[in-house]
Structures are given as structure tokens and as C-alpha cells.
């Protein structure tokens, strides 16, 4: 399921992000997330030759969890990885975008006029701007072969994902808001719903 990062051309060498941690170097922007939202982020950036920094622990971020994608404009079907190759190939277009990725911002400090980004793996990086992409995950329940059902009858999004299950008994595990929420997306279009 998932995607090969060392295809991704913009990505750092180690010894690169190594210098640049280490250098007086200030982004014009960092960006925190690789999901869609922090490589639109990115593009944007780019296309404006603002001097861009993308930090992520991934490139995909939800999109690789999701295998039918029905609902993005353009595209009457497109899988999770199809949609993140071509997020991916967009934003290698534009090289004033660097990009870190399997490492996690750790803290944010104002400097000054400036922002002090530190990482899991203890490197630093200033920039004039942050923006905080940093998406949303959502809870697994730890079970017997749900990780490999995943896409495949095992959903984290109704809203997304409904359609799927049309005329289907449903099984929706959660009490909170968000299930009662995916219960009502699931209402119209469901045979049966339980919920646990």
C-alpha cells in the first residue's frame, strides 16, 4: 500500500539535511505535513519561487490508506496511490522545494521575526513562516486482519467511503460524534447498520 519514497526526486540526502539543520538558512516557508494539503502548500509556494521546506513523516498522508477514491473532481475513479503519484509528480516540477520526510516536527519557537522548527530527530530549522498540514489519522482498532482489509470492506471515512456500502450490512465501531455521524451518512444507504 505504500508508496516509494525513494522516488521522490526533491527529497534531501541525509547529508544535506545534515547542513542544512546546522546553517543559518531561512525558509520562506516550512511546511509541516506531506498529505494533500501541505503539498498543495508546496506547489503553491514553489510556483511563487518562495523558498519552500516540507517536513513530513510521509508523502500521502490519508490518500494511501484509501484504495477506491470516487469523489475527487476529475476523476471518476482513482486509487490512494494513483492520487498521491500525482500529487507527487506535480510537485516535483518545481525544485525550490525541499522536502524531509520520515521524521516528525517536535516543537515550534518564535524567534524574533522567525520560527525554530525542531524534529524528532533533533535537527533545526528556521523559516519566516510555518504552515501546519499536519492532517488527520485515524484510530485502527488493533484486530485480526484489519490492516489487510483495509479498502477492502474495512473503512475509517462514511463520509468518504458510503457509497461503497450500498444495500450491505454495516457494522460501525465507536460511540462518539464522529460514529453517530458516519450511522447518519450510512442511513440512506445501507441495508442494516450495528452499531458497537
Given amino acids: 500500500m505504500g ?4 522516488d521522490l526526486k526533491l527529497i534531501l540526502p541525509e547529508e544535506d539535511i545534515e547542513r542544512i539543520s ?12 506531506g498529505g494533500p ?16 521546506l516540507l517536513i513530513s513523516k510521509d508523502i500521502g498522508g490519508q490518500m494511501l490508506w484509501t484504495s477506491d477514491i ?30 524531509i520526510l520520515d521524521d516528525t516536527v517536535t516543537k515550534i519557537t518564535k524567534v524574533d521575526e522567525n520560527f525554530v522548527i525542531e524534529t524528532d530527530k533533533s ?15 485515524y484510530r485502527p482498532m488493533n484486530i485480526k486482519g ?6 477492502k470492506g474495512v473503512s475509517y471515512c462514511a463520509t468518504c467511503d458510503a457509497p461503497l ?9 465507536g460511540g462518539g460524534n464522529s460514529a453517530l455521524t458516519a450511522v ?4 440512506k444507504l445501507a441495508n442494516k447498520i450495528y452499531i458497537v
Fill in 3 to 6: 508508496l516509494d519514497l525513494l
Fill in 22 to 33: 546546522q546553517s543559518d538558512d531561512i525558509y520562506d516557508i516550512i511546511i509541516i505535513g
Fill in 37 to 52: 494539503a501541505g503539498m498543495t502548500s508546496a506547489v503553491y509556494s514553489a510556483r511563487k519561487q518562495i523558498k519552500t
Fill in 70 to 99: 470516487e469523489n475527487y473532481m476529475g476523476f471518476q475513479y482513482i486509487t490512494g496511490k494513483e492520487l498521491t503519484e500525482k500529487f507527487r509528480s506535480q510537485m516535483e516540477q518545481f525544485p525550490i522545494v525541499d522536502i
Fill in 123 to 137: 535537527k533545526k530549522f528556521t523559516g519566516k513562516t510555518v504552515i501546519i498540514a499536519s492532517g488527520k489519522r
Fill in 146 to 151: 484489519e490492516k489487510e482489509l483495509v479498502g
Fill in 165 to 173: 456500502f450500498a444495500g450491505k450490512d454495516v457494522l460501525v465501531v
Fill in 184 to 187: 447518519i451518512d450510512l442511513m
